[in-house]
């Protein structure tokens, strides 16, 4: 099993993420970015659990739990998103900065 | 599958409690019967652990031990018991602070005490969890709904701010911490806590572990709003509802801590010098900024926000200081004590703040410091409260803070460390710089005078919610009881101090 | 006894059992403590109840003054029947090893000094009931008059050395109320604080000099103390001997007002007359020659203080000689006596130095008298004239001629003239001048026999401006009332007699009177006059009273015209008192209340406060910063780290990012620190 | 009485102030006299029975620690609550019931404004309750509870009623209320100090035995005091001296004593100058020395010269004040000096002056503080420029002026005078570990120390008492000493002769004690 590449293309995934996050203005590219790390942490998660061979399939087990929270995660954050979406017609969060300093 | 279910009933009857809300919700009556529903289920899901913990004395109750369900992964040993014991008190005193808080706004009633209870809920299990699934699934469902909560006041673009912000942080934390435990379990091989633990002690430690246990245990930083994780912390809780705030400061903030404690304790005991250096900075950091930022504030709330990463801070000493120490039993236990111990005392005292603010903004409708003036004057009873909580946050005796501090200086001094020591004197000067911001709530409302904005209608307003009566007179009684006989929270975070004897 | 003690000048006698029979007084003795409990009770008594009695508080004070005079006199009486040595001490408290006692002490110097005390205080108080009459704080002063004798008292019968501090400073504080008696006047409160604080000066040497000698000898008790200084076994304190000695010896030139602390002598005038007799013939100055008495073995017996001595001596002589130069140019008639007093202070410290123990108490016997006479007859002229100034009177002897002739009788003995009572103990003390080895006695004896002739000059010129030519002042002076000339006459019958009782040759009374049993005597009284040195004594004092006729006795219109004696540069020097009081003020006191006192309060608010509200100001300031940089700062973080890596768009694109994304860049920016750190350490 | 002695009597004093308070706060807002009435009387039944207690003293074993009990408080971390009296405590818990007694009487007609009598005596018994319990506290937790509790209602007390005038903060140049600077300065000074002492009493007890034997007992501490040594001593004395030098104050942790005192009302000057103050020194003859005897010769040194300073730059600083209040509040660094040399010979003799002294500080400054309130209130004024003819005006005030700073500046037969001489004596032959040059030094600074005290003290009297008054006052009603102000100074002045005629009233307590915990800590 060739567990380095994965883990290497984890890690790529995970930085994409990472840099989406940061760089994206829109709130729902924010949002996408961060399933993008998820999908990095599953598929972590899957590659280990081929690699140990685990009996319990415990990685997998836990991938899909990571999936199915996700997407509620998904579901809340798409409803804040509304919410301030019909507030100020805008879904930018570089405009957040009522509480500045 | 042989399931323990007098173990699980606190669960059940909670879950059972989410629904029934509801169901409430959706039946033609007053929208505070959901509240009412939800305050009894809370309290009926104290019973089951009650008998649970005076199990031995009980004649129906089968002592078990420790009741250890699904393999090893849920467990309910007395550590569960209290912490569980201690999100239900707080879900009762944040539930009847909620109560009057929503009357009086345009909120949805029903969903909140849903979403409340869920995230109570989640907690609870939270307590119980020894593996990283079901500690992952409790602590989305503890984070999920007061990602929602946050931004309760669906008109106030603050509210909704604090939400976006609070939400976008929580899931890169969440991601962050889903990454590190991808790597541990690529490096040991397992999920439960107690596999790991002996997985690393064959395998010994690697680089890629070290990333998995740093990268976890800063995903727990996020949720309990350690620097340099903390930034959520001061915009969410200024914009939040104030209900809200005092859960995420208290409920939210201990069950970071719970996971923190036990990933920290059983998952990566064996990498205990690792994570404990970590902790040291994460508690040095925390306190330090939180303190000094702090004094800078004019928003009470948000004052509160970095007097919470301060507090944060202070907790994690004790694991601070286990640094470059013999694993002795009786030091780690003492470590263990003495942060249990600060998390019951500061949900006393900080959701006391909390409500007697929330009593003090209803009637002067501001959150400014300044605007607090006068207060002793013409509401000499609340400016007494917020005095009395306010002092025991800045840990003065005889109310209850004092003794959360001096545990935390006990631990560290006691792991007989210089590290501990240093430790423990950045905490002893981080303990009288706090007093500068804490002071300045009760001089504002003792030593000021009246200001303009007062009207004379507000200084005769003396109603205060009966719900917010009852929460303010529970977490008085707790901070002065907890503070003149600290042996009614010893014996409680003795009892849980279980886990790390499991060790 | 008398010839044992007679003929062994400079010899101790040890073997004090060849002294006789020790009697201990008997219920004399043993009351004896109501000596300084009865005027500090009738004190408090007039503060409270005074104003209502008849006499307002007056009869409470004479009541307990005559108690004290006539105990006093049965004291004396019953010494001279044999020596009376009683020590009376009840325990007040313990310090770990040390016992503080309150007692009361019987024996014939104490006696002596109950009976000056006694005596002359009950006679200034006969005469201040209608000196003071009229006095807006007529009950007060008696409180604090009583509470000054009952103070002195105290000192007096204190067998210990911590009471003798007691009597000391309740003199002190006594003296202070007493001389700011009129403090309306801003001048009068100075001049009482310049007392108690000149007195707190010197105390520093008392509470250094009971320190040392209490602790290196392990009692307080005057008896204990000088037993083991005759026992001559106590190393420690011989070695402590010197500095302690010259502790208690700078005490004594406080309150004795020895040059150059004499400088609130003087100033004290500001008190009321009686006040002042009281204070300069039997109270308060007297305190310091009192303590070099009670202590005088210290000072005498190898070994021990014995270098203090010259010390005295020449401090003495400089006084006596120096002070009576300031008497010559004085227009104040109570200044005059007043500079007069601290020149026969000179002498009495002068002959303790000398050690003519006798010599020099025997002077304070009878200095009391004729001393207490000029003052209440110059309170009595002043009185009469309204004024202080010699220049506003003049030709007095007409109107006053009681007060006059006890006024000269009082002058004549002081000056010393055959055979009143001055005549008799100054020579004394030239004597013992003249016996005394080295070169301070020498000194001693020259500026003695000088003094002698200024003593003469000065009390000459104040006899001949005050009663003689022409009367300057305003109004018609006339004869004070019986209460005040028969204290007068009284005092003139004592001054004339009071010499004999101890006239060499002739009795020796006063010599075994205070004689202390438990004290090694160094002292002689001499066997027989010694006509070489009565003659230089008397005839400088003859020699002073007609340089002072011949100066004085013609009037003239102004004062200046007859003071003929101005020399260049002397008078200034002596008008100026030697500028000792503003070297003490100019180079002392403004320098410490003002600079000094405002450097160091500048200090506290702007050095030590720096630290502390620094401390503060640096915690607002770094919050103030470290808050910009939490919510804001990143920005320029950015840019900085941007530039310093070269990245280009894509890192600056963060900057444009919001403030949700820069919490991530540093929870990202965080995370890896933290990983890279552990990684590598 | 058997009830009284096994701990309850004891616990009773401590705790019916707080009980008092709590009675207090449950009389109607309007009902001032019910509240005056309420307050004093526990006041009084809580001085009755510390006179109890003093009569019920086993003075022929004044070392032992009476009265006492210990039960359980927090077995956790191996803290109890244990308290009992010895001849060291006893004077300074009558010393504080009694000025609290006459701190209430005095208030009767001299609330501070805003006007709340209410708040103010409920602060003041609680204050009573933090004062006691430290002084009879013998764990070192407990003891911190308590020390830590007066802090509180002095904040308040300073914060509420304190000062209003308008003052620029040095350094950092804000100009802001005099009583909100004051308090905030007090606060943070004490717990600055107290934070380092619970640290060190931790320390001590993490070293007081293996784990299972250890103890924050303070008998029992003192008993284990050979385990302490070396550079743990040491830093641990340090945290402590911090803690207890702060409340001194010691210079040069003393810049908070000025503001504080000034800043206060009346009452709680006096109560911060005739009893807060002495928390410090009692602590350092309580705690340090017995527990830490070796380290505390090592010390010495460095704690006699700082309090000679204090005495010299007390002296000083006081010169250069114009206003009476912060003159007298100076003076109390000064004073505090003369107690710290006193401890710092190590000495039986010293310790005793020590005491004595403290107890002479609480009357005499207090009497002065109470004249100072009253003076000011009457002239609106305390710029000594400004006064001036007060013996005139008042003469019987004038009068109690005087004596008390007679007392002040240590005339003998008053109660001053002891303390200031006693510790004189005492730097002559110190503890024969410590260097006898050094002391005697200090002996003789200290001495002339006395002098410019005297010239302060005499400076104020002339300023104040003295002279014509001045014509504005002619208008202006200045009643002299009424009834209350009299009920509650005649007591002071009483003591003051008292102490300073038979200073057996408090030696005659301390001094066994005293001797033997020399003789404990240092051998011989």
């Known amino acids: ?101 | 599958m042989n399931l323990d279910y007098h173990a699980l009933l606190p669960e059940i009857i909670l879950a059972g409690t989410v629904i029934l809300v509801l169901v409430t919700d959706l039946l033609p009556v007053k929208k505070y019967w959901s509240a009412v529903v939800g305050i009894l289920g809370t309290a009926a899901a104290l019973v089951p652990l009650l008998t649970l913990s005076f199990c031995d004395s009980l004649e129906f109750c089968e002592s078990t031990g420790v009741r250890s369900m699904f393999s090893g992964t849920y467990v309910v040993d007395s550590f569960a018991l209290v912490l569980k014991g201690l999100f239900l008190v707080v879900a009762l005193v944040v539930l009847l602070m909620s109560v009057g808080y929503l009357e009086g706004g345009r909120f949805w009633q029903g969903e909140y005490y849903f979403l409340l209870l869920a995230s109570v809920l989640g907690a609870v299990v939270m307590a119980s969890s020894r593996d990283f699934i079901s500690m992952f699934v409790a602590l989305e469902l503890v984070t999920g709904p007061t990602f929602l909560m946050a931004g309760w006041r669906k008109g106030d673009d603050r509210s909704n701010e604090a939400a976006l912000k609070y939400f976008i942080i929580g899931v890169i934390s969440a991601a962050i911490l889903l990454f590190g435990v991808s790597l541990v379990y690529g490096v040991t091989g397992q999920l439960r806590f107690a596999d790991i633990a002996a997985a690393i002690a064959v395998r010994g430690e690697s680089p890629l572990l070290t990333i998995g246990v740093i990268f976890t245990i800063l995903g727990f930083a996020f949720k309990v709003s350690a620097a340099p994780f903390h930034f959520w912390t001061p915009d969410t809780y200024e914009g939040a509802p104030t209900p809200v705030t005092a859960y995420l400061a208290v409920g939210s903030k201990a069950a970071g801590f719970v996971g923190l404690l036990t990933v920290a304790y059983v998952a990566f005991g064996t990498t205990r010098g690792l994570w404990a250096a970590l902790i040291w900075i994460l508690a040095a950091t925390s306190m330090t900024l939180g303190n000094v930022v702090a004094i800078k504030q004019t928003n009470i709330v948000r004052m509160l926000g970095y007097s919470s990463i301060a507090q944060g801070g202070f907790m994690l000493v004790p694991f601070g200081a286990l640094v470059a120490v013999d694993a002795t039993p009786d030091v780690l236990e003492k470590a263990f004590f003495a942060t249990v111990t600060y998390i019951v005392i500061y949900a006393a005292m900080n959701l006391g703040a909390f409500a007697t603010i929330i009593a003090i903004s209803n009637r002067i409708k501001s959150g400014e410091i300044k605007d607090l003036a006068g207060l002793g004057l013409y509401a000499p009873g609340l400016a007494g409260l917020l005095a009395i909580f306010f002092f025991s946050l800045a840990g003065i005796p005889p109310v209850a803070g004092w003794f959360a501090k001096l545990v935390m200086f006990n631990s560290a001094i006691g792991s007989g460390s210089g590290w501990g020591l240093a430790l423990a004197v950045i905490a002893a000067v981080n303990a009288v710089v706090a007093f500068a911001y804490y002071g300045k709530v009760v001089k504002s409302a003792w030593f000021d005078a009246v200001p303009d904005t007062v009207s004379d209608a507000m200084k005769s307003d003396s109603k205060v919610a009966p719900p917010l009566v009852l929460a303010l007179g529970l977490t008085f009684a707790g901070t002065i009881a907890f503070g003149v006989f600290p042996s009614l929270v010893t014996s409680l975070s003795e009892f849980a101090s279980s886990l790390s004897s499991g060790l | 006894m008398l010839t044992f003690l007679a003929t062994n000048a400079n010899q101790l006698i040890l073997a004090t059992e060849e002294l006789g029979e020790i009697n201990d007084g008997g219920l004399l003795a043993s009351l004896a403590w109501l000596i300084p409990v009865v005027p500090m009770v009738a004190a408090f008594a007039i503060v409270f109840f005074g104003r209502r009695l008849p006499h307002k508080g007056w009869e409470l004070a004479m009541g307990a003054m005559g108690f004290v005079g006539l105990y006093g006199i049965l004291l004396a009486f019953a010494t001279m029947n044999g020596e009376i040595t009683y020590e009376g001490a009840i325990s007040m408290g313990e310090f770990g090893p040390i016992v503080l006692e309150w007692g009361w002490m019987v024996d014939g110097l104490s006696s002596m000094m109950y009976f000056v005390v006694g005596v002359v205080g009950s006679l200034v108080f006969i005469y201040a009931k209608s000196y003071m009459a009229g006095d807006i704080r007529f009950t007060w002063f008696f409180a604090s008059f009583s509470l000054f004798a009952g103070g002195m008292l105290v000192l007096v019968a204190a067998p210990n050395l911590i009471q003798l501090i007691v009597g000391w400073e309740l003199v002190g504080v006594a003296s202070y109320l007493l001389i700011g008696h009129y403090w309306e006047d801003h001048d009068n409160s100075s001049a009482a604080i310049k007392a108690f604080l000149v007195n707190k000066v010197a105390d520093v040497g008392l509470f250094l000099g009971v320190i040392i000698i209490g602790t290196t000898a392990g009692t307080f008790r005057f008896s204990e103390i000088l037993a083991q200084v005759a026992a001559g076994e106590n190393d420690l304190l011989k070695k402590f001997a010197f500095l302690g000695g010259l502790a208690l010896f700078i005490a004594a030139m406080g309150k004795s007002a020895q040059f150059p602390l004499h400088v609130w002598l003087p100033d004290a005038m500001a008190g009321p007359t009686p006040v002042s007799a009281l204070m300069h013939a039997a109270t308060m100055v007297t305190a310091g020659v009192y303590l070099l008495g009670r202590t005088f073995p210290l000072y005498f017996v190898e070994g021990y203080a014995v270098d203090v001595r010259p010390i005295i001596m020449i401090v003495g002589a400089l006084t006596l000689f120096l002070t009576g130069l300031i008497a010559l140019v004085q227009t104040d008639l109570k200044k005059v006596l007043a500079y007069s007093t601290l020149s026969q202070l000179g002498y009495m410290v002068a002959a303790m130095g000398a050690g003519a123990y006798t010599a020099a108490l025997f002077h304070l016997f009878t200095h009391a008298f004729f001393k207490g006479l000029l003052f209440l007859a110059a309170g009595s002229v002043i009185h009469s004239v309204h004024s202080n100034e010699m220049t506003d009177m003049g030709g007095l002897r007409k109107y006053m001629p009681t007060t006059y002739k006890t006024f000269v009788i009082g002058s004549l003995a002081l000056a010393g003239i055959f055979p009143l009572a001055g005549f008799w103990s100054k020579d004394e003390i030239l004597v013992a001048f003249g016996k005394a080895s080295g070169g301070a006695a020498n000194f001693a004896l020259y500026l003695g026999i000088a003094g002698a002739f200024i003593t003469a000059l000065y009390m000459s010129r104040a006899v001949y401006l005050t009663f003689f030519g022409e009367f300057k002042g305003h109004g018609t002076p006339h004869e004070s009332p019986k209460m005040i000339t028969v204290p007068l006459v009284v005092l003139a019958g004592f001054s004339l007699v009071a010499g004999l009782i101890n006239m060499p040759g002739f009795s020796s009374w006063f010599t075994e009177l205070t004689a202390v049993r438990f004290t090694v005597m160094g002292d002689y009284h001499p066997k027989a006059i010694n006509f070489g040195m009565a003659a230089a004594g008397l005839s400088a004092a003859l020699l002073g009273i007609l340089i002072g006729y011949v100066l004085w006795s013609k009037d003239a219109e102004t004062q200046a015209a007859r003071d003929k004696f101005r020399i260049p540069l002397l008078y200034p020097l002596l008008e100026r008192k030697y500028y000792i009081d503003d070297l003490y003020m100019d180079g002392i006191v403004r320098p410490l209340r003002g600079p000094v006192a405002r450097a160091v309060d500048w200090f506290n608010g702007h050095v030590i406060d720096l630290f502390v509200n620094g401390a503060g100001a640096l915690a607002k300031f770094v919050g103030k910063y470290v808050y910009r940089f939490d919510q804001s700062g990143l920005d320029s973080a950015i840019i900085a780290s941007a530039a310093a890596t070269g990245a280009g768009g894509s890192v600056l694109r963060l900057l444009q990012s919001g403030r949700v994304q820069q919490y991530a860049v540093m929870i990202f920016a965080g995370t890896v620190v933290l990983v890279a750190g552990f990684i590598i350490f | 009485m058997g009830w009284f002695e096994s701990g309850w009597g004891l616990s009773l004093i401590v705790f019916l102030p707080l009980v008092g308070a709590v009675a207090v706060l449950a009389v109607p807002k309007a009902r001032e006299e019910l509240q005056k009435v309420v307050a004093l009387g526990f006041a009084l039944v809580t001085f009755g029975l510390s006179i109890v207690l003093a009569i019920q003293f086993d003075y022929g074993a004044s070392e032992k620690i009476q009265f006492g009990t210990s039960r359980e408080w927090i077995a956790a971390i191996g803290s109890n609550y244990t308290v009992g009296v010895d001849g060291i405590s006893l004077p300074m818990i009558v010393l504080s019931t009694f000025i609290t007694v006459l701190a209430i009487v005095y208030s009767w007609d001299h609330w501070p404004e805003p006007r709340n009598p209410k708040m103010f005596s409920m602060l003041i018994l609680v204050l009573l309750t933090g004062m006691v319990g430290t002084f009879v506290a013998l764990d070192l937790i407990l003891f911190f509870v308590f020390f830590e509790i007066v802090l509180l209602p002095m904040y308040f007390m300073i914060g509420i009623w304190g000062d209003r005038t308008e003052v620029r903060i040095p350094v950092i140049g804000k100009v802001t209320e005099m009583r909100l600077y004051a308090s905030i300065k007090f606060f943070l000074f004490t717990l600055f100090g107290s934070a380092f002492m619970l640290l060190g009493f931790i320390a001590l007890y993490f070293r007081s035995g293996p784990a299972g034997d250890r103890t924050f007992d303070m008998i029992e501490l003192a008993a284990r005091s050979d385990l302490f040594t070396g550079s743990f001593a040491f830093w641990v004395f340090a945290a402590l001296a911090l803690g207890f030098a702060v409340k001194v104050p010691i210079f040069p942790f003393h810049t908070w004593l000025p503001d504080a005192h000034t800043a206060a009302p009346t009452v709680g000057s006096v109560l911060l100058a005739a009893v807060l103050l002495k928390l410090g020194t009692y602590a350092f003859i309580r705690i340090s020395i017995p527990i830490l005897p070796q380290e505390a010769l090592n010390w010495a040194p460095a704690i006699g010269i700082l309090a000679v300073i204090g005495i010299i730059y007390a002296s000083f600083a006081c010169l250069a004040q114009t206003d009476m209040k912060r003159l007298i509040a100076f003076s109390s660094v000064g004073h505090m000096g003369f107690v710290m040399l006193g401890i710092a010979t190590m000495t039986d003799i010293g310790f005793n002056a020590a005491i004595i002294g403290m107890v002479a500080h609480g009357v005499i400054t207090g009497l002065m503080f109470f004249i100072a309130g009253s003076m000011s209130h009457r002239y609106h004024t305390r710029e000594m420029s400004r006064l001036g003819g007060n013996q005139k005006l008042m003469p019987i005030m004038g009068a109690i002026l005087g004596l008390s700073a007679m007392a002040s500046l240590g005339l003998p037969g008053l109660a001053g005078f002891w303390g200031e001489f006693m510790s004189l004596l005492a730097a002559f032959n110190p503890n024969p570990a410590l260097n006898v040059g050094l002391f005697r030094t200090l002996m003789v600074i200290g001495a002339i120390g006395t002098v410019l005290t005297a010239g302060y003290l005499l400076w104020m009297m002339q300023k104040v008492n003295f002279g014509e008054p001045r014509e504005s006052w002619d208008d202006v009603d200045l009643h002299d000493v009424d009834k209350w102000e009299m009920m509650a100074w005649v007591p002071l002045v009483i003591s003051i002769i008292a102490i300073g005629v038979y200073p057996r009233i408090v030696t005659g307590a301390t001094n066994d004690a005293v001797v033997e915990l020399i003789k404990n800590a240092f051998g011989g």
């Not at chain 1, 140990?52 to 990685?59: I, N, S």
């Open chain 1, 1 to 101: 099993m060739i567990v380095n590449q994965f883990l290497i293309l984890g890690a790529a995934v995970f930085a994409l993420g990472v840099y989406g996050v940061l760089s994206r203005r829109n709130a729902v590219m924010v949002l996408l970015s961060v399933e993008l790390m998820l999908g990095a942490v599953n598929l972590n998660l899957v590659v280990f659990d081929r690699a140990f061979r685990d009996e319990l399939a415990a990685g997998q087990i836990f991938s899909l739990f990571v999936i199915a929270i996700a997407a509620a995660e998904v579901g809340i954050g798409l409803a804040i998103i509304l919410l301030i979406f019909r507030n100020r017609s805008s879904a930018n969060v570089d405009e957040l900065d009522l509480m500045k300093l």
